[in-house]
């Protein structure tokens, strides 16, 4: 069985980090792009960042652009994201997923996603 399992998650004051982990079991995780994606209740999920297969090519959206990094150790069949800087407005569930190749962060291109982790972000 194919499976993404996200951990990591949790309650963090504004301006600390976070590494959130997505682990793959039941298949080899090398062979795919990597996407993380979040979503506030009530609102539809969006892109996050991805990391590309053969040459760890990442991309990120501008919001979180020069404050997450994401990274992937194949030997561990897992994706990770760095969260430093950590603002309210990232308060929202996380998701990774696998794709062929990062593109935009259209969903229905993604498959096997995880259950999710929550990232809180108060004072």
């Known amino acids: 069985q194919w499976q993404l399992v996200e951990s990591g998650g949790g309650l963090v004051q504004p301006g600390g980090s976070l590494r959130l982990s997505c682990v793959a079991s039941?298949?080899?995780?090398?062979?795919?792009?990597i996407g993380w994606f979040r979503q506030a209740p009530g609102k539809e999920r969006e892109g996050v960042s991805c990391?590309?297969?053969?040459?760890?090519?990442?991309d990120y959206v501008d919001s979180v652009k020069g404050r997450f990094t994401i990274s992937r150790d194949n030997a561990r069949n897992t994706v990770y994201l760095q969260m430093n800087s950590l603002k309210p407005e990232d308060k929202d569930n996380y998701y990774c997923?696998?794709?062929?190749?990062?593109?935009?962060?259209?969903?229905?291109?993604?498959?096997?996603w995880g259950q999710g982790t929550q990232v809180t972000v108060s004072a």
């Open positions: 997923a696998a794709t062929a190749y990062c593109s935009d962060y259209v969903q229905s291109v993604y498959d096997n």
């Open positions: 039941g298949f080899n995780l090398s062979y795919y792009a």
């Open positions: 990391i590309s297969s053969r040459n760890g090519n990442t």
